[in-house]
């Protein structure tokens, strides 16, 4: 008897060994979820991603058309309306504020972590899986942009979404599981290409075709499923395309042609920059953990990378993810158009790779590969003392040692982590200083994006908004000369009347030419016929306003605007 109380007693103690680890990784996930998304109601919306995609969706919701996404009431084709629709449902279900404007960029940025776990759990083992999530949630780029509302975390969710189920899909040996993984894949790349365009689709085909010729392994195509994919794909993504060019012909040019060929092979846009334009950001953005990602995609380029047991023909995964980083960097860096936020894809794989990296490595290795973020986080503390020296404007001036409050403490943040991360490292406690330093980073990466707040007034139209409201009604025109606050809309809850302004709304112009008016001396007989008018325009446009005439009563007045009324 007593020998059968004893042989329980191990699997007794597993039990409540799993139980509490399991209750401490839930109570792990509860407060990174809060610091998360703790945030996004906080900062005011700033030009012109933030303004522009907060009000796009406010406009489907006022004109109930959900197919013909408009900016400024004009038709707006950059992009499909995928986060539009996402953003729409939130200003429906919670009201049209701040936090659910950014509540679609907020949400997939959380969730792919979770989803790198999932896929790290079952490519390369638990303790790898639990890296995966802590690097990728407390890398800078992916942690900012995650809080800030444009598209490009959306698509990183979905076309991440599409290569990993593609991932677990080839590496499955039973044909069921293999089909179904396959078709998430497929369905993954058509929410992709829903929420940012060709790119959902063409970035993953191109890795494939890039891993199949590397690798030699044409039996990767042979496990595509191509007929159920294709029409999964097709169901997802034909409805709309067939509704916004039916509604819409001259959308095919604009979508297809100019927004996926000419933006990428031109300099259309005026974001071209030298190819190493993305050296210093894939840098900067992988920080604490930039050294070890270099690490880590060499020794896999390399070929030391710790190998599984398969056989040679076997898929590998980590070839992959390595040919998806490099692929997706090459790829942005040859582009005629760059942004940051461009290279985002690249995260969650190089999550997914250092997590099975660090899994293997001892903790002296990491130590030193640690230890040199330690100068540079002194120097962002230096800078952080310093910042209002960067200032170019009188408004700058004023606002940026605002700023330097909120970037001391994020540094030192920072080198607490550091210090913490890098002692438990020397003390042989691997699990404990990455967990450290991944929330401190996490922390750091959320006080700075916070405290742009302090500086966010140069670039968003919110406290002109508060200052005018009492004096805007629904049926008084409000014109916008020789400008365009994207910020001012949303917090306007209105659409103005463009003179001689096109730039990103051109196209709509084009389209629907009795929206604005072409020049200021047209404008000018336009205002003298309104019984009541106001306009929105930059300072130095009133001199030539009143030469033309018109009669004005200023109403706002601010270092860069204007807002006038008819007297």
């Known amino acids: 008897m007593n020998h059968e109380i004893l042989s329980g007693l191990p699997y007794v103690r597993d039990s409540t060994m799993i139980r509490n680890s399991s209750r401490q990784l839930l109570w792990l996930l509860i407060v990174v979820a809060i610091v998360w998304f703790s945030n996004l109601e906080y900062r005011t919306l700033i030009k012109p991603d933030e303004g522009r995609y907060a009000e796009?969706?406010?406009?489907?919701?006022?004109?109930?058309?959900?197919?013909?996404?408009?900016?400024?009431?004009?038709?707006?084709?950059?992009?499909?309306?995928?986060?539009?629709?996402?953003?729409?449902?939130?200003?429906?279900?919670?009201?049209?504020?701040?936090?659910?404007?950014?509540?679609?960029a907020g949400f997939t940025g959380f969730a792919g972590l979770l989803m790198v776990w999932f896929v790290g759990m079952r490519l390369f083992g638990r303790e790898a899986a639990g890296y995966?999530?802590?690097?990728?949630?407390?890398?800078?780029?992916?942690?900012?942009?995650?809080?800030?509302?444009?598209?490009?975390?959306?698509?990183?969710?979905?076309?991440?979404?599409?290569?990993?189920?593609?991932?677990?899909?080839?590496?499955?040996?039973?044909?069921?599981?293999?089909?179904?993984?396959?078709?998430?894949a497929w369905a993954g790349m058509a929410l992709a290409v829903l929420s940012k365009g060709l790119m959902g689709i063409i970035l993953p085909g191109t890795a494939v075709f890039l891993y199949c010729m590397v690798q030699r392994d044409l039996a990767v195509l042979k496990r595509m499923n191509w007929l159920p994919g294709i029409a999964i794909f097709l169901l997802i993504t034909a409805p709309w395309f067939y509704l916004v060019m039916k509604a819409n012909p001259e959308f095919f040019g604009r979508f297809f042609i100019y927004e996926h060929y000419t933006r990428f092979t031109t300099k259309d846009l005026g974001r071209y920059q030298p190819w190493y334009y993305f050296v210093p950001i894939l840098l900067a953005g992988a920080l604490p953990w930039t050294v070890l990602m270099l690490d880590t995609l060499y020794r896999i380029a390399m070929g030391k990378q710790l190998e599984r047991s398969r056989g040679y023909h076997a898929f590998n995964p980590e070839h992959f993810l390595l040919i998806w980083v490099v692929f997706i960097y090459v790829f942005f860096s040859i582009s005629g158009s760059k942004l940051p936020s461009y290279l985002l894809p690249m995260f969650p794989a190089m999550a997914l790779l250092m997590g099975s990296r660090i899994a293997q490595m001892r903790e002296r290795v990491l130590f030193w590969q640690?230890?040199?973020?330690?100068?540079?986080?002194?120097?962002?503390?230096?800078?952080?003392?310093?910042?209002?020296?960067?200032a170019d404007t009188p408004s700058q001036m004023a606002l940026y040692p605002h700023y330097s409050i909120w970037l001391v403490v994020a540094s030192l943040l920072l080198l607490s982590g550091l210090a913490g991360g890098m002692t438990l490292l020397w003390r042989g406690k691997k699990t404990a200083a990455v967990l450290v330093l991944s929330v401190a980073s996490l922390l750091t990466a959320q006080v700075g994006v916070s405290g742009y707040n302090t500086v966010a007034r140069e670039?968003?139209?919110?406290?002109?908004?508060?200052?005018?409201?009492?004096?805007?009604?629904?049926?008084?025109?409000?014109?916008?000369?020789?400008?365009?606050?994207?910020?001012?809309?949303?917090?306007?809850?209105?659409?103005?009347?463009?003179?001689?302004?096109?730039?990103?709304?051109?196209?709509?112009?084009?389209?629907?030419?009795?929206?604005?008016?072409?020049?200021?001396?047209?404008?000018?007989?336009?205002?003298?016929?309104?019984?009541?008018?106001?306009?929105?325009?930059?300072?130095?446009?009133y001199p030539q306003l009143q030469k033309l005439g018109l009669n004005m009563k200023i109403i706002f007045e601010d270092t860069q605007h204007i807002v006038v009324k008819k007297p």
Request: without cysteine.
């Open 370 to 390: 640690i230890a040199p973020v330690l100068p540079v986080a002194l120097l962002f503390l230096v800078l952080a003392f310093r910042v209002g020296k960067f």
């Open 459 to 541: 670039r968003s139209a919110k406290h002109i908004a508060v200052a005018i409201r009492d004096q805007v009604k629904p049926s008084i025109p409000f014109y916008s000369v020789i400008t365009y606050e994207q910020t001012l809309p949303f917090y306007l809850k209105r659409t103005f009347t463009l003179v001689q302004y096109q730039d990103e709304m051109g196209f709509g112009i084009l389209q629907e030419p009795q929206r604005w008016v072409p020049t200021v001396e047209e404008f000018a007989p336009v205002w003298a016929a309104q019984p009541e008018a106001l306009a929105i325009m930059p300072v130095y446009v």
């Open 132 to 184: 995966a999530a802590m690097l990728l949630g407390s890398s800078m780029l992916y942690v900012m942009m995650g809080h800030i509302n444009t598209l490009d975390m959306g698509v990183t969710f979905f076309i991440t979404l599409g290569i990993f189920a593609m991932l677990l899909g080839q590496s499955e040996t039973d044909i069921n599981r293999q089909r179904n993984w396959m078709l998430l």
């Open 56 to 104: 796009i969706p406010r406009e489907m919701v006022v004109s109930g058309d959900w197919v013909t996404p408009r900016l400024n009431d004009l038709k707006y084709f950059e992009k499909p309306p995928l986060q539009y629709w996402a953003t729409a449902t939130a200003y429906t279900v919670f009201g049209e504020h701040q936090w659910t404007s950014r509540l679609w």
